[in-house]
């Protein structure tokens, strides 16, 4: 963590331990600390937490004695989250809700609202390093705003964190880390797409057609997800493999990879955000905690230089990164 003396910071404070953490940390480095907490969008009629989580933060700002103010950004997260959730789904992709939420909320919104209130810069909590290294969600963010992103906890191990909300006498250092899609708190995404796009029972056929069990709609699960099948006429686990929306169909397969044959060695992308020159990418991910693959960028996309064990979804995000180090990312086509 540079040195922050005088600055005038602004740290997203979700009610979690982690945003907790980077606040104290900032503010025993003499920065000068506002807690802000960002309130998105919320399904109409289904639980809901935000009211619980910004008590936390409030307790936390509280806590710290430093000055606490709400955004309102639920506008950009239903358009740049929610509608682009199920304008995904709906085209048969994989969509990845917290990129956007990153690139439209936590870091978009949040960073325009600090700059308007004449802040140096912005802070999170998320990690950058180690087993719980986000970096995958961060590549859409545009490099002049994370450039401008302290991240206080981003290469401590998740312990260490817990250590010091305890010694900071934080309220929530007991807390649970929170699952699930980014601001829809105890909504899991099986109940949000159900009640968006209700049931509609379809069959599941195997590679070569026949038939082994029902589901309960196309568009409620990704390529490469496990699901569970009713009337099944085989043992599982069953995996996505391939969807045809027009016949409410799956394929579905024993693991993810159906044929290695049918992997391609290439992997085109498009909507790519650069941190550094594309060409020193030499790995990339291309599901969040998936396999890691050495290769190259060309014209062409990502050429893998080993085999690959999934199947890449089209929506879902390809990052990039050299020994560690996020250059960039996209989004892989169809």
Aim: aromatic share 10%; glycine share 10%; with cysteine.
């Amino acid at each position: 963590m540079d040195d922050v003396r005088g600055k005038k910071i602004f740290v997203g404070l979700s009610g979690g331990v982690d945003s907790a953490v980077s606040a104290a940390l900032l503010l025993h480095a003499g920065a000068r600390v506002t807690g802000v907490f960002i309130k998105g969008w919320y399904p109409p009629g289904m639980p809901c937490t935000w009211a619980e989580e910004r008590r936390d933060a409030m307790r936390v700002a509280a806590r710290l004695h430093i000055p606490f103010l709400t955004l309102d950004a639920s506008v950009e997260y239903k358009k740049g989250v929610i509608d682009y959730l199920f304008a995904e789904y709906r085209a048969g992709r994989t969509p990845n809700p917290d990129v956007m939420c990153n690139r439209e909320v936590k870091f978009g919104a949040f960073y325009r609202f600090a700059k308007s209130h004449d802040a140096d810069a912005i802070a999170t909590g998320h990690y950058r390093a180690g087993e719980k290294d986000q970096s995958y969600f961060l590549w859409a963010v545009p490099k002049e705003v994370l450039a401008a992103t302290i991240f206080p906890v981003g290469n401590m191990e998740k312990s260490k964190v817990r250590a010091l909300a305890k010694r900071f006498a934080l309220p929530v250092a007991l807390k649970k880390d929170s699952q699930g899609v980014c601001f829809l708190g105890s909504v899991s995404v099986e109940e949000f797409l159900r009640s968006e796009f209700g049931v509609h029972p379809g069959r599941a056929v195997d590679e070569t057609g026949n038939i082994v069990g029902e589901h309960d709609g196309v568009l409620l699960s990704t390529i490469g997800e496990r699901i569970g099948l009713r009337e099944t006429r085989a043992s599982g686990p069953w995996f996505v493999l391939a969807k045809d929306i027009a016949r409410n169909e799956f394929v579905v397969g024993k693991t993810r990879l159906a044929d290695v044959s049918s992997v391609p060695a290439n992997i085109s992308f498009t909507a790519a955000n650069w941190f550094a020159e594309p060409s020193r990418a030499t790995e990339a991910q291309y599901r969040y905690r998936g396999q890691w693959v050495r290769g190259h960028i060309d014209r062409n996309g990502f050429v893998s230089e080993e085999s690959i064990s999934e199947i890449p979804a089209p929506g879902q995000s390809i990052v990039f990164y050299h020994e560690g180090e996020l250059i960039g990312g996209g989004i892989i086509r169809s």
